[in-house]
């Protein structure tokens, strides 16, 4: 079975340029995640959807960042305008239910110069 | 402040020798752990998780333990094997059906052969 995938799988981009992340959850998981990795603060959620729907975004950092799940299959994470201080790993992770293990996509590197 | 610390970056075992991987939480609210493994360019893999009725669970080579009282978990691995070494990182959650994970900051596990 395929895992969750992301695209693309590294992004570099200069500060003030639009960027979009997106990714394609299990087939059959209701439950989606985004989550940014950095050296300083480690994996922080960002955003949980349930059946499409975000539940919550307490974890996004600010209103530059914003995340859509128009159907069950695919999802994607906006960043605009970008700033260095976004660079790091974002990953997706799906669940076939919110309190099942996490199944993490390989991540999007993003370097933003 | 971290809830979940893992207090050794790095690790180094020896082939064949015993792998134990520490974990400590300060929210005693978290009833559920999981650790999840981490090959470089690659997103988390879901390993083994115990609940907190428990204080062991097993799962093949993977062993983990939980202390309640002293807020305090571990994994084993034996035998460790070269193909074990990755990043291993330890989270929690707080509450059944809850989808909110904490993570660590990860240990680095290296296995010489």
């Known amino acids: 079975d395929a895992g969750v995938i992301q695209s693309p799988r590294h992004e570099v981009t200069e500060m003030g340029q639009e960027v979009t992340l997106r990714c394609k959850p299990i087939s059959g998981h209701n439950s989606l995640f985004w989550y940014r990795q950095t050296m300083m603060r480690g994996l922080e959620l960002l955003i949980y959807?349930?059946?499409?729907?975000?539940?919550?975004d307490s974890g996004m950092p600010e209103d530059r960042f914003s995340a859509k799940m128009p159907n069950a299959s695919f999802s994607t994470l906006k960043i605009q305008p970008s700033e260095p201080r976004d660079s790091a790993v974002y990953f997706c992770?799906?669940?076939?239910?919110?309190?099942?293990?996490?199944?993490f996509g390989d991540g999007t590197r993003l370097s933003i110069l | 402040d971290q809830q979940v610390k893992q207090n050794s970056p790095s690790l180094s075992v020896q082939e064949g020798r015993i792998s134990i991987l520490n974990c400590d939480y300060t929210n005693s609210m978290f009833d559920y752990f999981l650790w999840y493994k981490k090959y470089p360019a690659e997103g988390p893999t879901f390993l083994i998780s115990i609940s907190s009725i428990k204080d062991k669970n097993e799962d093949g080579r993977f062993t983990v333990f939980l202390n309640k009282s002293a807020k305090h978990l571990s994994l084993h691995i034996v035998p460790s094997q070269p193909g074990d070494s990755a990043v291993y990182f330890c989270a929690a959650r707080s509450g059944a059906g809850s989808y909110q994970l904490t993570f660590g900051k990860g240990t680095k596990l290296s296995v010489i052969p």
């Open positions: 959807f349930n059946n499409n729907v975000p539940i919550d």
């Open positions: 992770a799906s669940s076939l239910v919110q309190d099942q293990p996490q199944h």
